[in-house]
């Protein structure tokens, strides 16, 4: 919950208009493998996620990884391999969406919210994992699929690439910003269009995604400003519902007001208090003892 509410302060989460759960039930988990597992390894991610025989299991192919992801990234980066998986668990509408990660070292848990919300996805507990320190981009692909099973309505391919576009276009930009500061700017830049409307020019959407990024002190090249403009463009063309993108945004935010005042949440922000005053009466100690031993 920690890790996920500060994903949630850090881009104040990412709000796109969502498919409605049809048949889904509160409660129903599906469960995504990648289908490159050893039976070993797959025994041990369905251990950990708690599956049982009643639960669906989808498998992903990194086939299905290239197709979505070969447009965007190196095929190195995608490997030949499907490994990492997923287990996605319906929760009551309006939850929200919450993702936590193990052995993930590629998508963040910021940019698994951002490309699922992209999809239409919202009201879900997602979990990320495999046997071993992964990339994480066939649990993407498989979190897509399991929730067009839960709504039992097709997700558009066109929703599924520009969720997948903005996905790495994020992480490229994080290795140039920082994971967070990318993150948070693209939140900035969806809370602005939610608030304002979207700009009809490539010259307003320009001067939107520079502002945002002079006022979290980001420095942007000309390669990716124009990368943002033409990711934002393609929003355009799949008809995001932008008012509900501000309603998820004030959702996002009454949720993160309600942990940070709760007992839970007081305790978390004590101790991360208590840390950097650790951390600073050591760099003091080492100041002070060079000091003595000069």
Request: net charge negative.
């Amino acid at each position: 919950m920690k890790k996920v509410i500060l994903s949630l302060i850090t881009i104040i989460l990412f709000a796109f208009p969502s498919l409605s759960h049809a048949d889904a039930v509160v409660g129903d988990l599906i469960i995504t493998l990648g289908e490159d597992l050893t039976p070993q390894q797959r025994q041990q991610l369905l251990t950990e996620m708690n599956a049982t025989e009643e639960n669906q299991i989808i498998t992903v192919s990194n086939e299905e990884e290239h197709k979505y992801l070969g447009n965007y990234i190196p095929k190195a980066t995608i490997g030949t391999k499907a490994i990492s998986s997923s287990s996605i668990t319906i929760e009551q509408e309006g939850s929200g969406l919450e993702v936590s990660t193990k052995n993930i070292n590629w998508v963040t848990d910021e940019m698994y919210l951002n490309a699922l919300m992209t999809a239409g996805v919202k009201d879900a507990t997602i979990y990320v994992t495999a046997p071993f320190e992964v990339s994480g981009t066939a649990a993407l692909t498989g979190l897509i699929k399991a929730y067009e099973v839960s709504a039992d309505e097709a997700i558009p391919e066109d929703v599924k690439q520009v969720a997948n576009e903005e996905l790495v276009t994020t992480a490229k930009l994080g290795d140039e910003v920082g994971a967070e500061n990318a993150s948070a700017l693209m939140a900035k830049i969806k809370d602005e269009i939610a608030k304002n409307g979207v700009p009809e020019t490539d010259a307003d959407l320009r001067a939107l995604i520079e502002d945002s990024a002079k006022e979290l002190g980001i420095t942007l090249s000309e390669e990716d400003i124009n990368s943002l403009i033409d990711l934002f463009n393609k929003m355009k063309d799949i008809n995001i519902d932008w008012n509900q993108v501000g309603q998820q945004l004030e959702q996002a935010r009454d949720k993160i007001s309600k942990f940070l005042n709760s007992e839970e949440g007081q305790t978390f922000l004590q101790q991360v208090e208590d840390f950097f005053i650790a951390l600073w009466n050591a760099i003091i100690s080492i100041f002070t003892n060079n000091e003595q031993s000069a």
